[in-house]
């Protein structure tokens, strides 16, 4: 069983299901869905400000909530898998405390979805697709107190780790296509100025492929 963390934002719920849909269709694996909602967490209280969505920091519960065994899988929920998740899941190295895409680049837009700010940092967008190893003796530190003290900064750039010890993921595993442009060798999209739900960003690069996973995600046949 692959348990698959997956941002979840009451202000974009369709994108959650979306996204989730495209996960279970192509999944060789049996996975276990956990939608990371802020209403869910009983022992977490969101105290940061700064967040343009609902998951920004607790992502960083995954290992707690995992009682810090085995491994997982976070991904936000403004994405779709064009392939088999467990391909993913596969790309596991017991000698690293987290696995990400290390993207560097500028964004093309200051300004994103509802009007957040779209700032460039390093690091950036490293923590929306992560393979974790809940086990490693470094992610024990990442208790609700934990995540609740520490700054965006901190926290998104990986800075409880040692450099070497977070792994490098192909960057098709988390493709920006809004940032990007279209990628027919992408293995999961990620639109991260906003999610095609958005009626501004309805036509972003590659946003059919999102609008067709949401229909199917609405599927229901009747005689």
């Known amino acids: 069983m692959i348990p698959i963390f997956v941002g979840y934002d009451p202000k974009e719920a369709i994108a959650f299901h979306t996204c989730v849909n495209s996960i279970i269709r192509l ?3 049996p996975v276990q869905i956990i939608p990371l909602a802020l209403n869910l967490l009983k022992d977490y209280t969101e105290l940061h400000t700064d967040g343009s969505n609902s998951f920004v920091y607790s992502r960083f519960l995954v290992p707690y909530l995992q009682s810090f065994t085995g ?96 792994g490098i993921l192909p960057i098709e595993w988390n493709w920006l296509p809004d940032e990007f442009g279209p990628n027919a060798n992408a293995k999961l999209l990620h639109w991260t100025l906003g999610t095609p739900c958005f009626k501004d960003f309805s036509s972003a690069t590659q946003s059919e492929e999102w609008h067709s996973e949401r229909i199917l995600s609405t599927v229901c046949l009747e005689k």
């Open 27 to 29: 999944s060789s694996e």
């Open 71 to 166: 491994w997982a899988i976070y991904i936000d929920g403004d994405m779709i898998l064009r392939t088999d998740i467990a391909e993913l899941w596969n790309l596991q190295q017991p000698d690293k405390d987290v696995m990400v895409v290390q993207h560097d680049y500028k964004t093309k837009m200051p300004v994103k979805y509802l009007g957040a700010k779209n700032e460039d940092y390093p690091r950036k967008n490293w923590s929306s697709v992560i393979l974790w190893n809940c086990n490693s003796f470094p992610n024990r530190k990442l208790t609700p107190s934990f995540v609740q003290q520490q700054t965006g900064s901190f926290l998104h750039r990986f800075n409880w780790l040692q450099d070497e010890r977070i």
